[in-house]
Every structure is written in C-alpha cells, then in structure tokens.
C-alpha cells in the first residue's frame, strides 16, 4: 500500500484544515486507517484512527471534538478534519494503514505502511 498525505498548511489558531491520505496498491478497505503527528523535538503521537469498515474510530483525549476522522472507500482515502485547531497541534502529520483492529491501538508500531507527512502549523 502507497499513502499520500496532503492537506497541511499554516493556518490560525481557531481555524480548520482537512487533511487527507489518498491509498493506491492493495485492497484499501482492508485497512484500518491511522493519523499521527510529530512535532519538532517530540516523539510521534497517535492522533485518531479508523477502523476498514469506518464503523469505529478512536481519538487522544487532546483532539477529541475538535478532529473527526472519516474514510471513502470508493475513493481509497482517509480524512482528518481539524477545527479549533491550536498552537500546540502544530506538527508533521503521518497517516499509516494497518490490519484490521488496528484502530483500537496508539501504539505506531502496529502500523505497516506509512506516508510521507504532511506539515501543519498553527500560528497563535
């Protein structure tokens, strides 16, 4: 599976991006779908993942009502929407593709395909 991050961009505090993660190769849909970021002189953090049906999905307590992750498996691509989007929120965005139940998980090692990132930042 290749993954295309895009949708990064700098915007204010308040404001809103969508990122998205457009999939080619093997069967999308059997992939659950993760988002994650790293910001300067941090570790990756998980951020929100969805399960390959996008029946379930899975939130950090940090973005929890602001982000919604989504999936068009017709299209082969995963969504982040980010609202209320903060300072500290700044940071590469990875999404990642995983075997199914992957979702439940915030550890990134479970996570087989990576893309390439997609930087975010916030200005305050």
């Known amino acids: 599976v290749q993954l295309q991050a895009s949708g990064g961009g700098l915007v204010q505090a308040g404001g809103s991006l969508r990122l998205s993660c457009a999939a080619s190769?093997?069967?999308?849909?059997?992939?659950?779908m993760g988002w994650f970021r790293q910001a300067p002189g941090k570790e990756r953090e998980f951020v929100s993942a969805i399960s390959w049906s996008g029946s379930s999905t899975n939130y950090v307590a940090s973005v929890k009502g602001r982000f919604t992750i989504s999936r068009d498996n017709a299209k082969n691509t995963v969504y982040l929407q980010m609202n209320s989007l903060k300072p500290e929120d700044t940071a590469v965005y990875y999404c990642?593709?995983?075997?199914?139940?992957?979702?439940?998980?915030?550890?990134?090692?479970?996570?087989?395909?990576w893309g390439q990132g997609t930087l975010v930042t916030v200005s305050s």
């Open positions: 190769g093997r069967s999308f849909s059997s992939y659950d």
């Open positions: 990642a593709a995983g075997r199914r139940g992957s979702y439940a998980y915030t550890n990134g090692f479970i996570y087989e395909y």
